[in-house]
C-alpha cells in the first residue's frame, strides 16, 4: 500500500464529515430562502447553534455507517458507481434512523424539507468531494507519485491489452517495469535489480498455465520482499472463488455455488427487469418511431426482424432493428469463411450483409433497444451474457455451456469489457464470472458503461 493512498483514504474521514456538515447547513439556509418561506412558512425554531451541535453529532455516527459498509477500506480501489452505490445506502440509512427518531420526539423540529434536501446534498457533496480527491490523486500520477509499478508474468493477448491499455490510460496509476514469459534464476536476478533499483510494487500472473512450481516460486519471491502478487485464474480458478463450506454428518464439505441468481436473487433482479423495461420503452418510443422510419427510408425490408438465440431452457426469437439487408441469413454461408474471430462466433468487419443506416445502428447498439420486449416476456433480462445462434451453441465445450445458466442480457460484462476485440473462451470467462458473482452493484456498474459506450459510441461490438 502506498504511502500517498494511506493518505488519501485516512483524509477522507474529515473530508466527508465537512461535506456532511455542509449539506446540513445548506439545507438549513436554504429552507430560509424567500421561494420556500412563500411556499410554506416555517414552523420550527430551532437554532442555527443548537441545529449545528444536533448535526455534527448526526455525522460522526453517520461516519461509522460509512466504515462500517468499507468506504474507508484502504485495499479497495473504488470507481465512480461504488462510491455513489454505497455513500447512497450509507446516507439512506443514517436517515432512516433519523426519520426513526423524529417519529418518536416530534420535539426537536418537524422540517421534513430539511431532512429531505440534506438526504440529497450529502449524497451529492460527498461523492462529489470524493472525485475531487481522485482526481487529484490522477494528477498526481503525472509526476510518478502513488504509482503502482508492475511486472506481468505471460506474454498472451490479454497481458498485451493490458499494457495497451496502461499506455493510453496515462492516470491509470500503475506502470509496466517488466513483462517476463516464465520464472527462472535469470528473471529472478532481473527482477531483484529492478526491485532495489526502482522497486516492484505488484506482481501480477497473467498467463494461468504457468507452471506450478514456478508459480510457487514467484509467490516467495513477493513474499520476501513484500511484493503484493495477484494472478488471473482460469476457468476453473474462477469457479473455484466461488465456494461455501458445510458440514455434512460431521465432515467439512466445500461445495461450488453455482450462481447468487437463485431464491430473492432472481426475483429482485426480475422486479428491476420489467420495471427498467417499461420506463425505458416509454421513454424511448419516440426515437422508436423515428428509427423506424428512417430503416424504412433507407432499404427494402420490414423494420423489425425476429432472430433464433437460445437459452437455458430452449429456444426463443429476440427482436432487434434491422441492420442488414433483406434475407441476410441466407449469405452467412457464403462469409464463414472470412470469419475475424475465433471460436464458433461469426464477426466480420466490414460484413457485406449491413446497411448504411445499419452501421450507425450497430455502433450505437440501438439496434438491440427492441429486446426490451424480450425483457417484460422474461426471455432475457437485461444484464446477462450475450444471447447465441443455435448453431454456434452446437460447438460449444461443456464449460462453454455453462453462459446458459441464466437468462441471456441485452448488455453484459464481455459486452462492456470490449466484447469485439475479446477470444470467445475470454468472453466466456467473463460471463462465468459474472454468473458466479452477480450482485445488484455489479448489474448497476454495467448498466453505467453500457450508458457511456451508448453515448460515446466506443467500444461498442
Known amino acids: 500500500m502506498k504511502r500517498s493512498e494511506l493518505f488519501f483514504t485516512a483524509a477522507l474521514v474529515p473530508l466527508d464529515f465537512i461535506m456532511l456538515v455542509l449539506a446540513a447547513i445548506s439545507a438549513y439556509f436554504l429552507r430560509f430562502t424567500n421561494y420556500f418561506v412563500d411556499i410554506r412558512e416555517v414552523k420550527f425554531d430551532l437554532p442555527f447553534a443548537q441545529f449545528i451541535i444536533f448535526v455534527a453529532v448526526i455525522a460522526v455516527a453517520w461516519l461509522l455507517i460509512f466504515a462500517f459498509l468499507g468506504l474507508y477500506d484502504v485495499k479497495k480501489k473504488r470507481r465512480f458507481v461504488d462510491d455513489l452505490y454505497l455513500v447512497f445506502v450509507a446516507v439512506s440509512t443514517g436517515m432512516a434512523a433519523i426519520f426513526a427518531f423524529l417519529f418518536f420526539a416530534q420535539e426537536l423540529f418537524g422540517s421534513r424539507f430539511i431532512v429531505l434536501v440534506v438526504w440529497f446534498l450529502s449524497i451529492f457533496y460527498v461523492v462529489f468531494a470524493r472525485q475531487l480527491v481522485k482526481i487529484f490523486q490522477k494528477w498526481l500520477f503525472r509526476f510518478n507519485i502513488g504509482v503502482h509499478r508492475v511486472v506481468l508474468v505471460g506474454l498472451n493477448p490479454i497481458s498485451q491489452s493490458i499494457v495497451r491499455y496502461l499506455t493510453d490510460k496515462k492516470y491509470s496509476g500503475y506502470k509496466v517495469v517488466a513483462r517476463i514469459k516464465s520464472f527462472n534464476e535469470t528473471v529472478e536476478g532481473t527482477l531483484e535489480r529492478i526491485s532495489q533499483r526502482k522497486g516492484i510494487d505488484e506482481i501480477i500472473q497473467i498467463d494461468p498455465k504457468l507452471p506450478k512450481g514456478q508459480v510457487l516460486s514467484l509467490i516467495d519471491f513477493a513474499d520476501e520482499r513484500k511484493i503484493d502478487f495477484k494472478y488471473a485464474p482460469d476457468l476453473f480458478g474462477t469457479q473455484a472463488t466461488n465456494i461455501d463450506v458445510e458440514t455434512f454428518y460431521g ?155 441464466i437468462k441471456p442480457g441485452m448488455t453484459g460484462m464481455a459486452q462492456v469489457s470490449g466484447a469485439s476485440d475479446l477470444s470467445f473462451n475470454e468472453e466466456v470467462r467473463l460471463d462465468t464470472y459474472y454468473i458466479e458473482n452477480w450482485s445488484l452493484l455489479l448489474d448497476l456498474q454495467i448498466f453505467l458503461k453500457t450508458i457511456i459506450i451508448v453515448i460515446t459510441m466506443h467500444g461498442a461490438a
Open 251 to 405: 465432515v467439512p464439505i466445500v461445495y461450488l455455488r453455482r450462481t447468487p441468481l437463485d431464491g430473492w436473487g432472481r426475483i429482485i433482479k426480475r422486479i428491476i427487469d420489467v420495471i427498467l423495461a417499461l420506463v425505458l420503452l416509454i421513454i424511448l418510443s419516440p426515437i422508436f418511431l423515428l428509427i423506424a422510419l428512417i430503416i424504412k427510408i433507407d432499404s427494402r425490408g420490414t423494420v423489425f426482424v425476429k432472430l433464433k438465440r437460445v437459452k437455458k431452457d430452449g429456444e426463443f426469437y429476440i427482436f432487434k432493428f434491422r441492420s442488414m439487408v433483406k434475407n441476410a441469413h441466407r449469405m452467412k454461408k457464403e462469409l464463414l469463411k472470412y470469419s475475424e474471430r475465433k471460436g464458433p462466433l461469426f464477426k466480420m468487419k466490414d460484413d457485406p450483409r449491413i446497411t448504411r443506416v445499419g452501421k450507425f445502428l450497430r455502433k450505437t447498439r440501438i439496434d438491440e433497444w427492441p429486446q426490451l420486449m424480450n425483457v417484460i416476456r422474461n426471455e432475457m433480462s437485461l444484464i446477462g451474457p450475450r444471447p447465441h445462434e443455435p448453431q454456434e451453441v452446437e460447438k460449444y465445450t461443456k464449460h462453454q455451456r455453462r453462459v446458459l445458466e
